[in-house]
């Protein structure tokens, strides 16, 4: 998998070493930004959510460990880069994934990123499976990957799916949940229960379906007064429900 990176570094030569290493010599890294200070990093890492972040331990105003302590429900795995072995220690109670000591050796830092990538295809894996195995083994309910982990959810609860790309927004009572698997995936983890497929956007708990209007494809109000169109083509699947 491809790894999306921050790195967070005061040097300037050494931000342009690192980036150029990582650009020749490790593949399927994505440098998204650079900063300078603390709070540039913390900044940029909460704007990007990476999945790796390359942390000098000395800094301007702080160190690395302020950092990852302003971040205490953090999903991104760390590589410290360093030219002081002393905060070893320190970055392994921080959950590092590795520490390079500067000037960096291009087979280490090569070991490093291979070891988060990984860690994070592991992690991808199992989120995957605990969701396919939550939705075809728990009676009633669905598990929702989220970066910190997954949502469990009563699939009595859900009044709608909306197909947004790769993406699928779950509709709720009082909120709407964004989760990255498609529409056709969630058509077929919760075909065990009472949702139609109604139009290539939409896949509707057919229990919410208060009223259907007549038309080509004609559409449904959902009992939170929602209208959601339904494609000729799916016409027939959505009235089965009603027979």
Known sequence: MDLRAVIVEDEANSREILRNYLSKYCEGVQVLEEAATIEEGLEQIKKHVP???FLDVEMPFGNAFDLLDKIPDRTFETIFVTAYNQYAMDALNHHAAYYLMKPINIDELIKAVDYVRGV???ENALEGEVLQAKSDHVSGKITLPQQDGFQVLDVSD???CKADDNYTEIYLEKKKIVISKTLKYFEEALRPYSFARIHKSYLVNVSEVVRYKKGKGGSVILSNG??????????AELLSHFK
């Open 226 to 235: 929602k209208e959601l169109s339904v494609s000729a083509s799916k016409k």
């Open 158 to 160: 859900i009044y709608f």
């Open 51 to 53: 999945d790796l972040v």
């Open 120 to 122: 994070k295809e592991k």
